[in-house]
C-alpha cells in the first residue's frame, strides 16, 4: 500500500548550490536520513549565481534582486516554488490531485 508522506523544501545557503558543491549539501545535510525515518520527502530546489542580476554568490532572493515582490506569493522564486510542491505534492494550482 501507500504511505502519506509530509514535504520539506530546504533552501540553500548562499554559496551552497549544486553548482558551487555538487551533492555535498544534500548528502551531508543529514536532512535524507531524517526525512527517510520520519516519510519526509525532501525537495532541494536551486538557486544559481548569476552576475547580472545581483547575485553573484547563488542566494535565494531575500533581498529583491529578482523583483519587488520576493517576499509574497506573487514573487517569481515562490511561483516557482509553489509549482515545484504541487507537482510533488500531486496537486495542481486549483487544488486539485492529478490522477
Known amino acids: 500500500g501507500s504511505i502519506a508522506c509530509a514535504l520539506h523544501v530546504n533552501f540553500h545557503g548562499c554559496n551552497q548550490g549544486a553548482y558551487?558543491?555538487?551533492?555535498?549539501?544534500?548528502?551531508?545535510?543529514?536532512?535524507?536520513?531524517?526525512?527517510?525515518?520520519?516519510?519526509?520527502?525532501?525537495?532541494?530546489?536551486?538557486a544559481?549565481?548569476?552576475?547580472?542580476?545581483?547575485?553573484?554568490?547563488?542566494?535565494?532572493?531575500?533581498?529583491?534582486?529578482?523583483d519587488a515582490k520576493y517576499a509574497t506569493q506573487d514573487g517569481t522564486q515562490m511561483k516557482v516554488m509553489k509549482k515545484i510542491i504541487d507537482r510533488v505534492s500531486g496537486a495542481n494550482s486549483?487544488?486539485?490531485s492529478f490522477v
Do not use: M
Open 20 to 46: 558551487k558543491l555538487g551533492q555535498t549539501y544534500v548528502q551531508h545535510s543529514g536532512l535524507n536520513r531524517w526525512a527517510e525515518t520520519n516519510n519526509i520527502i525532501v525537495v532541494y530546489p536551486q
Open 48 to 66: 544559481a549565481s548569476a552576475l547580472l542580476k545581483e547575485n553573484p554568490n547563488g542566494c535565494f532572493d531575500w533581498w529583491g534582486y529578482n
Open 94 to 96: 486549483f487544488g486539485a
